[in-house]
């Protein structure tokens, strides 16, 4: 599946639909520690540790990443 954006909106038509997802935080250490806000349950992984950890990943839901 090829990746796309969403939208703030999107995303939260789609939970009132009942989808269910995995967030996963990708911003920058300095970023994630200054942030005031953070997704409850995201998982948080560095930018170039994606790749190696797609395993991890579960398989039967989207996967929405956000950064800054």
């Known amino acids: 599946?090829?990746?796309t954006r969403v939208t703030v909106d999107e995303v939260k038509e789609r939970m009132d639909?009942?989808?269910q997802f995995t967030?996963?935080?990708t911003r920058n250490p300095t970023a994630w520690s200054e942030g005031q806000t953070t997704l409850p349950n995201a998982l948080r992984?560095?930018?170039d540790d994606v790749a190696q950890k797609l395993?991890?990943?579960p398989k039967d839901r989207s996967?929405?990443?956000y950064c800054t």
């Open 23 to 25: 967030f996963v935080d």
């Open 55 to 57: 395993d991890d990943l």
């Open 17 to 19: 639909r009942g989808e």
């Open 63 to 65: 996967i929405i990443t």
């Open 1 to 3: 599946m090829e990746p």
């Open 45 to 47: 992984m560095l930018p």
